[in-house]
C-alpha cells in the first residue's frame, strides 16, 4: 500500500468514526423503526479520477462496516441530478448522514440542506461546498500537493537547457486548485525552475 493509500484509508477511519458518532447521536431517542440506511456517501463519476471506484468506495466500504453502520455508496457518474436522486433515496431510506463529493457548488449545497433540514448531518469529502451546511470537511494537504508537484517538475526538468514552463491552476471554483498552487508558489525549488 502506497503512502497515499495509508492515508486515504486512514482519513476514511476517521469520517466513519465521524459518522458513526453522527448516526449514534441522531437515533439516540426511542425509534419505531431502524434505518435500513445509516450513512450515504456519494461519489462523483468514474472518469475524473481512477480513485473514486478502485480506493474510496472500497475503502469507505471496509471502514463504515468496521464502524458497524449500514451504509449506501453510489456514484453519481457526473450528472448533478442523478447525485440529488441518489440522497434523496439515502433520506428515503432513513440515512442521517450524507458523505459528498461535489459535483457543483449549487446542488451539493441543496444535497446538504436536505439532510440538515431533516435533522441529520452532512459531511463535505475532498470538496468544500461553499455556502453549504456541512458540519465537517475533510480532504488532503492540498499545499503539500502543490510542493511535491512543483519538486516532480523540477526533477523531470534538470539538465534542460531554457525550458518552457506552463502553469495552468485549475478552475476558479475549485479549492483544490487554489491550495495546489499556493503549494507551488511556496515550494523553494519553483525558484530553480524560473532560473533556469
Known sequence: MTKVQLRLAATLVVIAGLATLVVATATAGPSKKSASVQVCVLLPDTKSSVRWVQFDAPDFAKALKAAGVTYSITNALNDPQKQKAQAQAC???????????????????????????????????DRQVTGGTASVYVTFDGKAVGKAQAAGIVAKLKGK????????????????????????????????????
Open 91 to 125: 433520506l428515503a431510506a432513513g440515512a442521517k448522514v450524507v458523505v459528498e463529493t461535489a459535483l457543483d457548488n449549487g446542488s451539493a449545497a441543496s444535497i446538504e440542506k436536505l439532510f440538515t433540514d431533516a435533522g441529520g448531518k452532512a459531511i463535505d469529502y
Open 161 to 196: 537547457s531554457k525550458p518552457v514552463v506552463a502553469e495552468l491552476w485549475g478552475g476558479q471554483t475549485d479549492q483544490n486548485a487554489f491550495w495546489f498552487k499556493s503549494g507551488n508558489d511556496a515550494s523553494s525549488t519553483r525558484c530553480s525552475v524560473a532560473g533556469s
